[in-house]
C-alpha cells in the first residue's frame, strides 16, 4: 500500500511539473476581465456672443443657464474571457436625458463577441453596440480631437449605438493595425472590422423597438500605407423604417397614422492620419423624417452634409500638442429630436488638444455657429454666434 501510495505522489508531482518547472494552473476567465475609463468636465460659456444659440445633440450645456458640465464618466468592463469569447460593457455614469436631468447611469455598451473562426478575423457581435455607420461615430470620444461629433453623420444615429447583431470581418494584421491607430495616440477608430453587416433595431440606444421589421446596415472600410503615412477610406449605408413615438411629437402635428417614416443614408469617409499632418472627411445623403413647417407636418424629405477636420500632430517631450480645425455643413432633419426637428447648420471650430501626459488632456475651441433648427413650437429660429469652449478629460 505505501509503495502505491509513494507511486501515486510521484505521479502527481510529474504532471505538475516539467523539468523542474512548476506548470501554472489554468487562468480563470475572471481574471482576464479589465477596467478602464474616462471622465470628461466642460465649461461653454466663455466669451459667448448669443445665449440661444444651442446643440442639444452636441452638449445640453450650450447656452443660457447652461454651467460647468460632466458630459462624460464612463467605466468600461472588457475581457477576452475564452479564446473566441469576448465581452464589453460601458455604462456612462453622467448620462443627460434633457437640459435639466443630468447625471444619470445608463448603458451605453453591452455586447459579447462570438469568434467564428480560430484567429477571430470572422466575428459576431450581440447586443447594445455602435451601429457601423460613419468614421467619426465609431471613434470614441475619447479620442475624438474635436468635442462633439459632427451633426451630418450623427444624426443617423443617436448615441452612435442600438440593439442588434452585427458580422465583423478583418484579417489579423488589420486588426492589429486598428488597435495600433488608437494605441499609438493616431486618434483610430478602433476595430470595427474591414466589412461588417448586421440587423439593429432602429429606434436608437436604450429606446425599445416600435415595430416588426429590423434596420440593416453594411460598412466597408480599409486602411492602408502610402509612404510613412497611413490613409483609410470606407463607404456605408443603411435603411430601414423609423417610428416617431408619441413623446417625440408636439400636440398639433400632422403626420401619417402609421409614424413610419423611410430612414436611409449612404456616407463615404476619408481618412489621413496625423503622422503629423492628419485630415479627417466624411458625406452623407438621404432620407429621412423631417418637420415642414409650412405645412405643420414631418414628411420624408431629402438629407445632406459632412464635414472636414485637419489636424497636425506635434510632441515636446512628453507633451502632445494637436492644433485642429473643422468644418461642418448639415440640412435635413433629426428624427431622435422632437417633431423630428429641422436642421441647417454651418460650423466652423479650431482649437488646440493639449496631453501634458496620457492621463490628462485639455481642449480648448473657439466655436463660430449659424444654426436653423425649428419645430411645431419653435418655429423661424436661426441662431447664430460664437463662443469658447473647454475640456479638462481624465484617462484612467
Same mark, same amino acid.
Given at each position: 500500500m505505501r509503495q502505491l501510495l509513494v507511486l501515486f505522489s510521484f505521479y502527481l508531482f510529474l504532471s505538475q511539473s516539467v523539468l523542474g518547472q512548476t506548470v501554472p494552473p489554468k487562468k480563470q476567465w475572471f481574471e482576464s476581465i479589465q477596467l478602464r475609463g474616462y471622465m470628461q468636465v466642460r465649461y461653454n460659456r466663455l466669451l459667448e456672443t448669443n445665449p440661444l444659440l444651442q446643440c442639444a445633440q452636441c !452638449? &445640453?450645456?450650450?447656452?443660457? $443657464?447652461?454651467?460647468?458640465?460632466?458630459?462624460?464618466?464612463?467605466?468600461?468592463?472588457?475581457?477576452?474571457?475564452?479564446?473566441?469569447?469576448?465581452?464589453y460593457i460601458q455604462p456612462d455614469l453622467a448620462s443627460n436625458p434633457s437640459s435639466t436631468?443630468?447625471?444619470?447611469?445608463?448603458?451605453?455598451?453591452?455586447?459579447?463577441?462570438?469568434?467564428?473562426?480560430?484567429k477571430n478575423e470572422f466575428r459576431l457581435r450581440v447586443g447594445q453596440s455602435k451601429v457601423p455607420f460613419g468614421f467619426e461615430n465609431m471613434q470614441s470620444s475619447q479620442n475624438r480631437?474635436?468635442? !462633439? &461629433?459632427?451633426?451630418?453623420? $450623427?444624426?443617423a444615429v443617436a448615441n452612435e449605438r442600438d440593439l442588434g447583431v452585427f458580422f465583423y470581418w478583418a484579417p489579423k494584421n488589420i486588426r492589429t493595425l486598428?488597435?495600433?491607430?488608437?494605441?499609438?495616440?493616431?486618434k483610430g477608430s478602433g476595430d470595427y472590422g474591414v466589412f461588417s453587416f448586421g440587423a439593429y433595431n432602429g429606434q436608437t440606444a436604450n429606446r425599445a423597438e416600435a415595430n416588426n421589421s429590423p434596420h440593416i446596415v453594411s460598412r466597408f472600410?480599409?486602411?492602408?500605407?502610402?509612404?510613412?503615412?497611413?490613409?483609410?477610406?470606407?463607404v456605408q449605408a443603411y435603411t430601414g423604417q423609423y417610428i416617431l413615438t408619441p413623446d417625440l411629437i408636439n400636440a398639433?402635428?400632422?403626420l401619417p397614422a402609421t409614424r413610419s417614416f423611410l430612414d436611409q443614408r449612404i456616407a463615404s469617409s476619408f481618412v489621413l492620419y496625423p503622422k503629423p499632418f492628419g485630415i479627417q472627411a466624411e458625406y452623407n445623403i438621404g432620407r429621412g423624417p423631417r418637420f415642414?413647417?409650412?405645412?405643420?407636418?414631418?414628411?420624408?424629405?431629402?438629407?445632406?452634409g459632412g464635414y472636414i477636420t485637419a489636424s497636425y500632430k506635434t510632441q515636446k517631450g512628453k507633451h502632445v500638442i494637436i492644433p485642429f480645425s473643422r468644418y461642418q455643413y448639415y440640412q435635413g432633419g433629426k428624427k431622435h429630436e422632437m417633431d423630428a426637428m429641422a436642421y441647417d447648420v454651418k460650423e466652423f471650430e479650431v482649437g488646440v488638444e493639449w496631453q501634458p501626459n496620457k492621463n490628462i488632456e485639455l481642449v480648448t475651441m473657439y466655436t463660430f455657429s449659424d444654426r436653423r433648427f425649428e419645430s411645431f413650437k419653435n418655429q423661424n429660429n436661426q441662431q447664430k454666434g460664437s463662443l469658447l469652449r473647454l475640456q479638462l478629460q481624465l484617462n484612467f
Amino acid at each position: 500500500m505505501r509503495q502505491l501510495l509513494v507511486l501515486f505522489s510521484f505521479y502527481l508531482f510529474l504532471s505538475q511539473s516539467v523539468l523542474g518547472q512548476t506548470v501554472p494552473p489554468k487562468k480563470q476567465w475572471f481574471e482576464s476581465i479589465q477596467l478602464r475609463g474616462y471622465m470628461q468636465v466642460r465649461y461653454n460659456r466663455l466669451l459667448e456672443t448669443n445665449p440661444l444659440l444651442q446643440c442639444a445633440q452636441c !452638449d &445640453r450645456s450650450w447656452g443660457d $443657464n447652461g454651467g460647468f458640465f460632466i458630459r462624460r464618466m464612463r467605466l468600461i468592463f472588457s475581457g477576452q474571457i475564452s479564446e473566441r469569447v469576448y465581452f464589453y460593457i460601458q455604462p456612462d455614469l453622467a448620462s443627460n436625458p434633457s437640459s435639466t436631468a443630468t447625471q444619470y447611469a445608463q448603458i451605453r455598451d453591452a455586447y459579447v463577441d462570438v469568434g467564428l473562426d480560430a484567429k477571430n478575423e470572422f466575428r459576431l457581435r450581440v447586443g447594445q453596440s455602435k451601429v457601423p455607420f460613419g468614421f467619426e461615430n465609431m471613434q470614441s470620444s475619447q479620442n475624438r480631437i474635436p468635442l !462633439d &461629433r459632427n451633426d451630418a453623420l $450623427n444624426s443617423a444615429v443617436a448615441n452612435e449605438r442600438d440593439l442588434g447583431v452585427f458580422f465583423y470581418w478583418a484579417p489579423k494584421n488589420i486588426r492589429t493595425l486598428f488597435a495600433s491607430l488608437v494605441n499609438d495616440g493616431l486618434k483610430g477608430s478602433g476595430d470595427y472590422g474591414v466589412f461588417s453587416f448586421g440587423a439593429y433595431n432602429g429606434q436608437t440606444a436604450n429606446r425599445a423597438e416600435a415595430n416588426n421589421s429590423p434596420h440593416i446596415v453594411s460598412r466597408f472600410s480599409y486602411p492602408f500605407a502610402v509612404n510613412k503615412q497611413i490613409v483609410e477610406m470606407g463607404v456605408q449605408a443603411y435603411t430601414g423604417q423609423y417610428i416617431l413615438t408619441p413623446d417625440l411629437i408636439n400636440a398639433g402635428v400632422k403626420l401619417p397614422a402609421t409614424r413610419s417614416f423611410l430612414d436611409q443614408r449612404i456616407a463615404s469617409s476619408f481618412v489621413l492620419y496625423p503622422k503629423p499632418f492628419g485630415i479627417q472627411a466624411e458625406y452623407n445623403i438621404g432620407r429621412g423624417p423631417r418637420f415642414n413647417k409650412v405645412s405643420d407636418s414631418v414628411e420624408v424629405s431629402s438629407l445632406k452634409g459632412g464635414y472636414i477636420t485637419a489636424s497636425y500632430k506635434t510632441q515636446k517631450g512628453k507633451h502632445v500638442i494637436i492644433p485642429f480645425s473643422r468644418y461642418q455643413y448639415y440640412q435635413g432633419g433629426k428624427k431622435h429630436e422632437m417633431d423630428a426637428m429641422a436642421y441647417d447648420v454651418k460650423e466652423f471650430e479650431v482649437g488646440v488638444e493639449w496631453q501634458p501626459n496620457k492621463n490628462i488632456e485639455l481642449v480648448t475651441m473657439y466655436t463660430f455657429s449659424d444654426r436653423r433648427f425649428e419645430s411645431f413650437k419653435n418655429q423661424n429660429n436661426q441662431q447664430k454666434g460664437s463662443l469658447l469652449r473647454l475640456q479638462l478629460q481624465l484617462n484612467f
